[in-house]
């Protein structure tokens, strides 16, 4: 009989291989990276834009020009293109970050033809009417007025913006102000730029034929493309005078705590590395913070690290909302373990558990054609070597305590960090 007093025994996860994308170039030159695996008649179709948010005072004008995208075209209405998606019991969203702009589209395999039809329609065609227009600016605004209450966003957006800048796009948000002020036009004219007939990436993903891929091929193939002028975006990061910054809130009963530095892009030699050890600091629910801050000394229901990659820079983080009382004490503590890591070889013992964790969860991450699409999506859009994931288990059990050690006396100098707070 099964002994459930005994937890069950650990065993190392190995490299392994998995379904790799294969790429194909339509007569207009896009390149499509297709997954083709699965047994459900399923598809998934990923296009990715590159921004160009750093021509806009802030993010605003690119979460206007995405949400517009399905607000209607010339030859249908918001209305209509809903009532197609949902009699299909299709998905179809568009949205903006950083780096890049996205369309996604979910679907049964036999509706791709004409859902494919309508997203080109939409990159070509978008009117933008002033109702819709209109209607998404009161839902943002009312959003953002929200989130501005919530000390955790302020924290954080407060920390972005003095790690990187009001000029570096990194440093860039909404603002109440800005949204407000946006127009229709301004709007219009970042779809113009990054949208409409402009180059993409895509990656198609599930159960598909070689007459599904001639599909693809007849309708995005047929985009007449150009590429725009886009001045070069400014990412150099100021150096910052005053690191620590305190924003009271009188009524708070808890302290919104964001510290972190600068980092690096993926591509960097020490990122791996540096994910494992994150991963030990405060990447999990067993990490050293959560197992300080809050098992031990209960000043928090969470707290975390997380290395923040982007096309361009990259950040690690430190984060939590803490008993206000204990805000000093927590950043006390946040430093002690930084410490421990710098002079404190990490036991065996504990890299095992944490190598074990972070390739169990690499490996649950595949578990669909539609979530190994979303890997490969690093590969080619943020510039990864083609066996990154290959070679991604292999190079996590490779890390040792002492790469580790040497890691942590570099990249954790407690000078080096910024200190926001809020509430």
Request: glycine letters at 6%; one cysteine or more.
């Amino acid at each position: 009989m099964l002994n459930r007093s005994l937890a069950p025994e650990i065993h190392p996860i190995r490299p392994f291989d998995f379904v790799k994308p294969e790429t194909i170039t339509l007569p207009n030159g896009l390149e499509c990276h297709t997954v083709n695996a699965g047994i459900q008649p399923i598809v998934s179709l990923q296009l990715v834009f590159p921004t160009a948010n750093h021509l806009s005072i802030s993010e605003v004008r690119a979460h206007f020009a995405s949400r517009m995208l399905l607000e209607g075209t010339s030859k249908r209405s918001n209305e209509e293109i809903s009532e197609l998606l949902a009699s299909y019991g299709a998905f179809l969203d568009s949205d903006s970050g950083f780096d890049f702009a996205n369309v996604e589209l979910y679907c049964l395999t036999k509706q791709l033809p004409e859902l494919a039809e309508l997203i080109c329609e939409i990159l070509t065609d978008s009117t933008f009417p002033e109702a819709g227009f209109e209607h998404i600016r009161k839902v943002t605004f009312e959003q953002q007025k929200i989130n501005f209450e919530k000390s955790q966003v302020v924290a954080s957006l407060k920390f972005r913006e003095k790690l990187f800048g009001t000029e570096n796009p990194y440093g860039k948000h909404k603002t109440l102000e800005n949204i407000q002020n946006i127009t229709r036009k301004e709007a219009q004219e970042y779809y113009e730029t990054v949208y409409k007939n402009r180059p993409f990436g895509l990656i198609m993903a599930g159960k598909f034929t070689d007459n599904d891929l001639k599909i693809i091929k007849d309708t995005f193939g047929k985009l007449e493309l150009s590429t725009p002028k886009i001045p070069t975006a400014n990412y150099k990061i100021p150096k910052v005078t005053e690191k620590n910054t305190y924003e009271e809130k009188e009524n708070a009963f808890q302290t919104s705590v964001r510290i972190g530095r600068e980092l690096f892009v993926r591509t960097h030699p020490d990122y791996l590395k540096m994910s494992v050890l994150n991963t030990v600091f405060g990447g999990y629910f067993g990490s050293r913070l959560m197992s300080n801050i809050r098992e031990d000394k209960g000043y928090t229901y969470g707290i975390y690290s997380s290395i923040v990659p982007m096309k361009n820079a990259g950040y690690l983080i430190i984060g939590g909302d803490v008993q206000k009382e204990f805000r000093k004490e927590t950043i006390r503590e946040i430093l002690k373990e930084m410490q421990r890591l710098r002079t404190e070889p990490i036991p065996e013992e504990e890299l095992e558990i944490v190598k074990n964790y972070i390739c169990g969860k690499f490996v649950k991450s595949l578990k669909t054609p539609l979530e190994v699409a979303g890997k490969y999506r690093s590969v080619y859009f943020y510039g990864l070597s083609p066996d990154y994931f290959s070679t991604y288990i292999s190079q996590i059990n490779a890390v040792t305590s002492d790469q580790l050690l040497e890691l942590a006396q570099q990249y954790f100098q407690e000078e080096e960090f910024l200190q926001v707070l809020v509430g």
